[in-house]
Structures are given as C-alpha cells and as structure tokens.
Nanobody, 115 residues
Framework: QVQLVESGGGLVQPGGSLRLSCGAS????????MGWYRQAPGKQRERVAIIGSGGSTNYADSVKGRFTLSRDADLNAAFLQMNDLKPEDTALYYC?????????WGQGTQVTVSS
C-alpha cells in the first residue's frame, strides 16, 4: 500500500504561480512512475506531468514551458511548480504513483485560477 498526500493548492490570479507537493508513505524510488493528473468539472482526468524511474519527464502540451515536475528522495516527495497559470488550469490536481503492485492516487488538491 502507498499513501499519497497532496498540498499547496489554492486560489491564484492569472499569471500567478503555485507549487504543489505530494508526500509518499514510502521511498519514491520504489515507484516505476510518479506524477500529477488533473480533472476539471465536466471533463475527463488528464495527465499533467509524469516522471519515470530513470528520471525522464513527460509533460502535457498545454503545460510545457510553464510547469516543472521534480522529486526529492530524501523527503519521499514530488513537486509540481506551476508558473504563468491560466484559468484553464483550474482543476482538482491528483498525485499519482505507479508500482509493480498497482497504481495509487492522492485525495486531490484544488487549484483555482481566477481574477
């Protein structure tokens, strides 16, 4: 079992920044992949950014150049730095971890971009 706990969401104006954090209950290097998904009202959940066990990172086209995914093995955590936020980034953001035993999700943290 893996527990994932997100934090860092909130209300921000367009053009602003937020940093999301995801704490894991065990070593993040035991995951084959780790990253962030989001789901806006009335839309399907979509992948935002993901990092593989080898360190390669993949971003959704809509966030390339604005979002950065990083991880800290000492903290067993992953982070999503979000800059130049747009209203269309408004969604519930979920942390995700893939392991050999299954896939795990956090409870989500709300990000709202509005003036």
């Amino acid at each position: 079992q893996v527990q994932l706990v997100e934090s860092g969401g909130g209300l921000v104006q367009p053009g602003g920044s937020l940093r999301l954090s995801c704490g894991a209950s065990r070593s993040i290097f035991s995951f084959t992949a780790m990253g962030w998904y989001r789901q806006a009202p009335g839309k399907q959940r979509e992948r935002v950014a993901i990092i593989g066990s080898g360190g390669s990172t993949n971003y959704a086209d809509s966030v390339k150049g604005r979002f950065t995914l990083s991880r800290d093995a000492d903290l067993n955590a992953a982070f999503l730095q979000m800059n130049d936020l747009k209203p269309e980034d408004t969604a519930l953001y979920y942390c995700y971890a893939q392991t050999g035993a299954g896939n795990y999700w956090g409870q989500g943290t709300q990000v709202t971009v509005s003036s």
